[in-house]
């Protein structure tokens, strides 16, 4: 019995062996590839670079007013971000060529599904992008906005705003990959339909003398007994 | 007398077309530098070529001449120096053969202190005349009545040292005042102007009429007995003489001269005084609103009287009739030069004052003579004669009429340094420049078109007899107004401004008539539903009749 | 050229009805039912006393009143005159009046008038605010400058309380000021005058970027100065405090928003000028009262000193570092030690222009993080002038003129390309 254990624990070893020695090669010639397609997308993003700084694309770029915005949102110039996109797609390509060569069978079904699943990813990329600057944009407008009101509670308004729209901005991203759709679908719902329920109670219940003011100001004569004192700026 | 065949309607005056002329000016015939009535009568043909129904002459009986024949001497002659009676009497004949009736001057008020009457009257305060004036033994009657002649007189009351007493004159001290209290004088004036009806002529230009009786604590002037007399005289000559007219000549504002025409029982005509300077007013302003108003406030007067309406006279501009910002206006326009200004007028002639502007010339008779009234025409104003400042008084606008740029311009064959005033010499206005028979050779002359436009408007009675009704246009530059008698409707649009101009008139209520140009009688279009756009070029004019095809 | 598509038919034909005119007095009306009936009184008033002789046409140009400013203005102009006044105006007094379009063409009153103004080849032109506190004389104060002095642009002064208007005295004042090389008090008077020269060249320039803009009202007399044209100003009397704008972040955007676009749109007109020279005046010299106002100082250094913490992530994108630290050791101080050096002052809103020309963030959020300091300013300056005789609020008001004339080669620097803020 013990032989028959020993003999298949051996036969098993030296199959497990067999199988890594014969992986090991391809897991080298991944590693290589990966490495190669790392120094080549280095490169590529160089001449990429240059080929954008030559062409004038940064002038382009804030034509459109694309520098802008991305100043604003705080990422570096386009012809930076486009360059270092350029520099992960031809890597990935080589990574996800280096992962192929592993020959490993689940893996060869699973890139092409993955390559098809690219575009989502990019698009949700997108989306992230767009609700990070929205998001910046709104917070900072909320938070003059409050500031100029005299506020006490203005950065926290201007945090809550940012966070809500990060929250919807990742929500539609998750939703754009088809990751647990209903789940976040559902959270978020909840979340926001709280979030305004309670800020309604709070502004019809205890805001209701500043929301007469308030639209008073927007839509009636002035009366100079709302202002605080007699300065008027002209 | 003989009447010739003039037209015997009651109411000539009405249509007539009447031209101001003083006998001295016009034509001299004895080579003695002065104008006669035998000179005169030679240039009727030229009148009657010019369209002139009526003759307004100056005063020309025998006087000192103080006051240019204003201060009378005796009321039934003729100054030696215009001719005789009999010469007279062949001009009036002329005239009237010619169709051109005749209106002479009276002045009612005073005569001169050379006059016989007046003579009878100082001498003795016994004397039958001595009521026939106004005397007192006081200077302090009638105390608070405005003196005329502000340039000249202190006072009302003159001393005199024959009688020994204060004798009344509203005028110059050399014009005493006739007493109209007197029946006997009323009888004599009658009987003076009996005597020019007898002669033949058609009717009297009564000056200074306002003055006539005199009351204490009033003003002395347009009293209701002075009223009285008027309609005395005119009762009279209605009865005696019907188709004879009298001219009044009230320097009033117009709601005050409404009486001088009672009921159409004392005086026939009178002269519009306020909206002469106001003509001028507006044109400078280029903005119809003085003559507007003036003529707005024009009372109603009696079926059978009539305004008369001039752009000059032998006086100046008078802005008496006007306000002071008016005034000040007008004399920082017109009379920039100081000395063109007297006795609160202005003492140019029509051509200067509009700068010799052909078009502007031209606006104004046109103006003259569709608005309504019977229009006069000064004499040398039908060709644009220039005037003399430098003549003392208003002697600069009765310089001699320019007839030809020959010897004398024609006037008279005598010296030229013995004529009774210098002629025009400058090169604009001058008498070689500007006369008679030079302008009648061209079709394009002044002269031929003033008779263009009097025949124009002898062609219609509209305008003399017809009412008025102003157009509003939005544009307040143009002076628009439809006359209309019976069925005839005329529509008078004029231009004040230099700048061509366009304006919309509402013709509504003359829809569907075609417009018919009265001078080249060129059709124009029809009234429709839309506002009338007319385009005037600068200081132009239209008369259109409004026909129903 | 563009006149005609501005002029609405009705109103061309009023024009044409009105023709050659020596005088144009406009007033622009947006809801002004309470006061025109007043204004347009006043104004006739003013031309038929003091310049009886002229032509002259009275333009109502509204703005899409809701509340008839407009027929209520025609009516007043066409009610008859008291007796004497009409005794001595000898012509018809002309009035037109049109309303611009509004939201959907954007077209500003003042366009309008410019183009009547030079259909009727006006001499003169005024514009006139429909407040209550116009008078008779202002017309002709506007009015005799140009049409007999031979000036093209007639800025107002005015009688007010000190304390009215500072964003005008100690940001726009010495900000034009600095920049154009001369001192015009207003430069965005509602009541001024132009030449028909000036409003020619006006006429041919841009138009506003947006409706309502008081961009208009700034380009006239920056025109002027730029452009070589005799500018004087002239004090009209007490003004009465305006709605527009009361409060400050509007107001910011409608005075120093198109201030800073002008910067951008002519550089070459403002770069060059050094130090300042005063402008003549007319007619009396600005005055200025000091009757007791309800102020609330602590809120301004409250509001200050929160704006300053709060926005500090906003305000560092568009100030120096050196300067956002300076601010923030102002804001250190606390109420009574305070103080808010003029250099400051100037640099921060010279930082702001530049960084305003960058585009460094929203150009109205820019703007907005404006307010707070300046309420630091103002609570500084309150402070200072509370209690001063007028000589030496006058000198405080002129010191701070001329830091800002100091520190101009700041500008240019920071405008030339230095970059600002942290990127």
């Not at chain 2, 002329?94 to 008020?109: C, D, F, P, Y």
């Not at chain 2, 009279?236 to 188709?243: I, K, S, T, V």
């Not at chain 2, 001269?257 to 009672?262: C, D, H, I, N």
């Not at chain 3, 007010?160 to 726009?172: C, D």
């Amino acid at each position: 019995m013990k032989e028959m254990i020993l003999q298949e624990l051996t036969r098993t070893a030296h199959d497990l062996t067999q199988a890594f020695a014969h992986l090991v090669p391809r897991l080298i010639v991944m590693l290589i590839i990966i490495a190669a397609g790392w120094v080549i997308a280095w490169v590529v993003k160089l001449v990429v670079r240059g080929i954008l700084r030559v062409t004038g694309f940064e002038r382009l770029s804030q034509k459109a007013g694309a520098a802008r915005l991305l100043t604003q949102a705080a990422l570096p110039s386009s012809s930076e971000l486009l360059s270092r996109l350029v520099f992960w797609l031809v890597w990935l390509g080589f990574i996800l060529l280096g992962i192929g060569a592993l020959g490993i069978l689940g893996l060869q079904d699973l890139i092409p599904r993955l390559v098809l699943f690219l575009p989502r990813i990019l698009v949700a990329l997108l989306i992230l992008f767009f609700g990070m600057v929205l998001a910046g944009f709104l917070s900072r407008a909320a938070l003059l906005a409050a500031v100029n009101a005299n506020s006490p509670s203005a950065r926290l308004i201007s945090g809550f705003v940012h966070f809500a729209v990060v929250i919807l901005a990742i929500a539609m991203a998750f939703e754009q990959l088809g990751l647990a759709q209903q789940t976040v679908l559902v959270a978020f719902t909840i979340l926001f339909g709280a979030l305004m329920l309670g800020l309604a109670i709070a502004f019809g219940l205890g805001g209701q003398e500043l929301a007469r003011r308030a639209l008073e100001r927007r839509f009636g004569p002035p009366s100079k007994a709302e202002r605080e004192d007699d300065l008027s700026p002209l | 007398m003989a009447r010739p065949p003039t037209t015997t309607d009651a109411l000539w005056y009405k249509d007539a077309i009447i031209y101001q002329a003083h006998v001295r000016a016009f034509s001299d015939s004895t080579a003695d530098g002065v104008g006669d009535f035998a000179g005169f009568a030679g240039k009727l043909d030229y009148l009657q070529q010019l369209g002139v129904t009526a003759l307004w002459l100056m005063p020309f009986f025998p006087s000192p001449l103080r006051d240019d024949g204003y201060d009378i001497s005796d009321y039934c002659a003729v100054h030696k120096s215009y001719g005789s009676l009999e010469d007279f009497r062949s001009f009036l004949d002329a005239a009237h053969q010619r169709g051109i009736r005749v209106i002479i001057e009276l002045v009612l008020n005073h005569t001169s202190d050379q006059h016989p009457w007046f003579q009878e009257s100082r001498s003795s305060r016994d004397n039958p005349k001595r009521d026939w004036y106004v005397w007192s033994d006081t200077d302090t009657r009638y105390h608070g009545t405005r003196i005329i002649f502000v340039d000249t007189e202190m006072s009302n009351w003159s001393w005199d040292p024959v009688s020994k007493a204060y004798y009344w004159h509203r005028f110059f001290s050399h014009q005493p005042d006739l007493n109209y209290d007197n029946p006997e004088v009323r009888e004599e004036m009658w009987r003076v102007m009996k005597f020019w009806l007898d002669l033949g002529v058609d009717g009297f230009r009564l000056d200074a009429v306002p003055y006539l009786v005199e009351r204490e604590g009033t003003s002395c002037e347009n009293l209701p007995e002075t009223h009285a007399v008027i309609r005395e005289f005119r009762a009279r000559l209605d009865a005696e003489y019907p188709g004879r007219m009298l001219l009044a000549e009230a320097n009033q504002w117009p709601g005050d001269l409404r009486p001088y025409f009672g009921e159409g029982d004392e005086f026939h005509m009178a002269f519009h005084f306020p909206l002469m300077p106001r003509m001028f007013l507006g044109l400078k302003l280029e903005d119809r609103k003085p003559i507007l108003e003036t003529l707005q406030r024009t009372p109603e007067i009696p079926p059978s009287c009539q305004w008369c309406l001039f752009l000059r006279n032998h006086d100046e501009l008078t802005l008496e009739m006007v306000t002071e910002i008016e005034r000040d206006y007008m004399y920082d326009v017109y009379a920039g030069d100081r000395s063109m200004r007297l006795n609160l007028g202005i003492r140019r002639r029509l051509a200067p004052l509009l700068e010799n502007d052909r078009r502007r010339i031209e606006l104004m008779n046109g103006m003259m003579m569709s608005l309504p009234g019977t229009p006069i025409v000064y004499y040398g104003d039908e060709i644009g004669m220039g005037d003399n400042i430098f003549l003392g008084d208003r002697n600069g606008v009765r310089t001699p009429m320019q007839w030809s740029g020959g010897w004398n311009a024609g006037f008279s064959t005598a010296d030229p340094e013995s004529l009774y005033s210098p002629l025009i010499l400058n090169p604009v206005f001058g008498y070689q420049a500007v006369n008679v028979t030079s302008q009648q050779r061209s079709e394009h002359s002044l002269l031929a078109w003033m008779r263009r436009l009097i025949a124009v408007r002898k062609a219609s009675p509209v305008f003399g007899r017809g009412s008025i009704e102003f157009l509003r246009p939005a544009n307040h530059r143009v002076l628009a107004y439809v006359r209309q008698l019976g069925n005839e409707r005329v529509l008078v649009v004029n231009n004040l401004s230099h700048a061509a101009q366009a304006v919309e008139l509402d013709l509504s209520r003359y829809k569907g008539r075609v417009l018919i140009e009265m001078f080249g009688r060129n059709l124009f279009p029809r009234i429709g539903d839309l506002p009338y756009l007319l385009t005037l070029g600068p200081y132009q004019f239209y008369w259109f009749r409004m026909r129903k095809v | 050229m563009a006149e005609e598509n501005i002029l609405p038919d009705e109103f061309l034909r009023q024009l044409m009805n009105v023709g050659e005119v020596d005088l144009v007095v406009a007033v622009p009306t947006h809801n002004h039912a309470r006061t025109i009936a007043r204004v347009v009184e006043a104004v006739r008033l003013g031309l038929v006393t003091y310049l009886p002789r002229e032509r002259a046409v009275l333009v109502a140009a509204d703005g899409g009143s809701r509340d008839g400013s407009l027929s209520l203005a025609l009516e007043a102009a066409a009610a008859p005159l008291p007796a004497e006044a009409e005794l001595r105006y000898l012509r018809t007094f002309q009035v037109v009046g049109g309303t611009y379009a509004n939201g959907a063409g954007n077209h500003s009153p003042l366009r309008l008038v410019l183009a009547a103004a030079d259909l009727l080849q006006a001499k003169a032109c005024a514009v006139l605010s429909p407040s209550a506190s116009v008078a008779p004389e202002w017309v002709e104060r506007l009015l005799a400058p140009v049409y007999r002095k031979g000036f093209d642009y007639v800025a107002p002064l005015y009688r007010r309380h000190r304390f009215h208007g500072l964003l005008v005295r100690i940001l726009l004042y010495p900000m034009v000021r600095a920049l154009y090389g001369k001192r015009i008090h207003e430069p965005y008077a509602a009541d001024f005058a132009f030449s028909g020269r000036l409003g020619a060249d006006l006429l041919a320039g841009p138009e506003p970027a947006a409706p309502g803009d008081a961009a208009d009202y700034l380009r006239a007399p920056l025109c002027a100065l730029t452009s070589n044209y005799r500018v004087c100003e002239a004090f009209l009397g007490p003004r009465e405090q305006t709605e527009l704008a009361a409060d400050l972040v509007p107001a910011l955007r409608q005075t120093v928003g198109p201030l800073f676009r002008s910067m951008e749109e002519h550089p070459g007109c403002w770069q060059a000028a050094k130090g300042s020279e005063p402008l003549p005046v007319e007619s009396g010299q600005e005055e200025i009262t000091s009757e007791p106002l309800r102020l609330n100082r602590k809120r301004f250094h409250q509001m200050f000193c929160s704006g300053v913490a709060d926005l500090h992530p906003v305000l560092a994108t568009i100030l120096t570092g050196e300067t956002l630290a300076d601010l923030g050791a102002c804001a250190a101080l606390g109420e009574q030690a305070f103080r808010f050096p003029d250099e400051l002052w100037a640099k921060t809103v010279y930082e702001c222009a530049a960084s305003f020309h960058r585009n460094a963030i929203s150009r109205d959020h820019l703007l907005q993080a404006m307010a707070p300091l300046y309420r630091g300013k103002v609570y500084e300056f309150l402070g200072h002038t509370r209690h001063s005789p007028p000589e030496e609020f006058e000198a405080r008001v002129e010191a701070l003129c001329l830091a800002f004339e100091r520190l101009k080669p700041y500008l240019l620097q920071m405008w030339g390309g230095r970059q600002g803020g942290t990127p």
